[in-house]
């Protein structure tokens, strides 16, 4: 037996700027603060950096070549900062980089695909993290004007549009362990930053709405169901605690109901914040954060496992994959169902009325085997397992309208470079040659007929 979806459900793939574009500095581009921290040794794996990454900037006619014949009907790509404003502080835009964009979505158009434009996914231009990045309050208005800039420029053709990437990852792993870019290890700068990226989607988005009339709007979460692993009140309370942590701290103010208290109380127990009073929160903000979306995307990659223990008088989470899991190259264990509940949370504890699956794949490092062909059976098993459970969702009425399988191509996989591949889509880093993998054809076969849940 086929699943089918319901009319108008889409399936797409999505990228990033940075992670495919290469092309670092063509067209007038500028430094971005991904350039300056993969340049910064140490900070990626091997030393990998995205200079040339699939060099889409030259090669885009042939991806979308590949997206059409996979069919789907949206693609989600993300905008270079600064290749629209390569400082982030030019009064008018550099017009070499919004050609890039009006070509893409040009062709996207033409071979029948929806293109969905996400803002910013971490490619920040280097000035405007020079003058103080996220952390700093003046970077609303830097966003607000960039979003300015590119739905002016493409809302004639495009109508969906996603202001932010991840706050959570641009905030904690930015500022707060400095895994990624900029490399910040500052948890006061961390909680402000995530406050004016959550602010800047806020401002961005009547500016988006009366620029590109009929747009659709939203943000995506990154979205982690927390776990305990035992039934004990130290791994229920490690779990709430990152729960609020990973998931409410965006959630609750995107809702409208301002940052989670017990978080908040948290957040001082552990250092981060001096008292409950937030120095970063000014009037107006929390009503600004609340704007009315059109959907709400969510990336969903795994779940967390949650062990509470002492450390000194604090809790403390320890994250435990269970043993009999799957698990992928990332070491992130294979849970389908886990989509499934943070889907029904969004529906029942959140009242969301349209989410879309914005980003979920996994990382495999199958590559061609002597005949060419790439086995990766791996991704098949677990994009069908999520495929499934989007569906058992939406038979549960959870309005999910759209899953985009990340992602088209291997790619520049932030601070593990080209070491973890999640393309439906084999790159030789070499040669630039793609080479689709059984997922793809497995995949194309799912959009034109439904999944089969008992295949393979
Ligand atoms: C998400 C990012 C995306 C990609 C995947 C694996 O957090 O949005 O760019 O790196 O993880």
Redesign the pocket.
């Known amino acids: 037996m086929r699943l089918t979806f319901p009319p108008g459900f889409r399936f797409g793939t999505a990228t990033?700027s940075y992670?495919i574009e290469g092309a670092i500095e063509e067209g007038g581009r500028g430094p971005s603060i991904w350039d300056t921290f993969s340049h910064t040794p140490g900070k990626v794996l091997n030393g990998d950096h995205g200079d040339i990454a699939c060099d889409h900037y030259n090669r885009w006619p042939e991806d979308i070549a590949l997206l059409k014949t996979l069919g789907v009907s949206a693609y989600r790509f993300s905008i270079a900062w600064p290749r629209v404003l390569p400082t982030g502080l030019e009064s008018t835009p550099n017009p070499a980089g919004l050609a890039f964009y009006d070509r893409l979505v040009d062709a996207l158009l033409e071979a029948g695909i929806e293109p969905w434009v996400t803002l910013y996914?971490w490619d920040l231009p280097q000035t405007l993290q020079d003058q103080g990045g996220w952390p700093d309050r003046s970077i609303v208005e830097h966003f607000v004007r960039f979003s300015d800039v590119v739905s002016r420029a493409l809302g004639d053709r495009v109508g969906h549009w996603i202001t932010h990437?991840?706050p959570w990852?641009v905030a904690m792993l930015g500022h707060e362990t400095g895994a990624h870019a900029p490399g910040i290890v500052d948890k006061g700068k961390a909680l402000a930053a995530a406050h004016h990226v959550l602010l800047s989607h806020g401002a961005a988005v009547p500016v988006i709405r009366a620029n590109v009339p009929g747009a659709k709007v939203g943000i995506t979460v990154?979205l982690c169901p927390a776990v305990p692993a035992s039934p004990s009140d130290i791994d229920a309370e490690a779990t709430r605690r990152y729960d609020g942590y990973i998931n409410r701290w965006y959630l609750d103010p995107l809702y409208g109901r301002g940052y989670p208290e017990d978080r908040i109380a948290a957040h001082v127990e552990e250092g981060w914040l001096e008292s409950p009073e937030l120095p970063f929160l000014q009037d107006g903000d929390l009503e600004t954060i609340a704007v009315e979306r059109d959907f709400l995307g969510i990336?969903y990659?795994s779940r967390a496992v949650i062990r509470g223990a002492e450390d000194g008088n604090l809790p403390r989470t320890v994250f435990t994959l269970p043993k009999a899991s799957m698990h992928t190259d990332f070491d992130w264990e294979v849970q389908g169902n886990s989509l499934y509940d943070i889907l029904c949370r969004l529906h029942t504890d959140y009242g969301e009325k349209e989410i879309v699956v914005t980003?979920n794949?996994c990382a495999y490092s199958d590559g061609p085997d002597e005949s060419g062909c790439i086995a990766d059976t791996r991704r098949t098993v677990y994009l069908r397992d999520h495929i499934v459970a989007c569906h058992r969702a939406i038979e549960e009425g959870v309005p999910l309208t759209g899953y985009f399988a990340?992602?088209l191509l291997d790619n520049f996989?932030?601070a593990e470079g080209y070491s973890k591949r999640?393309g439906l889509v084999w790159v030789d880093f070499e040669t630039l040659e793609r080479r689709p993998k059984d997922s793809y054809f497995w995949y194309a076969k799912t959009i034109a007929s439904g999944v089969d849940p008992w295949s393979l």
């Open positions: 990033s992670q996914h990437n991840e990852v990154n990336n990659y980003e794949g990340w992602s996989e932030w999640f």
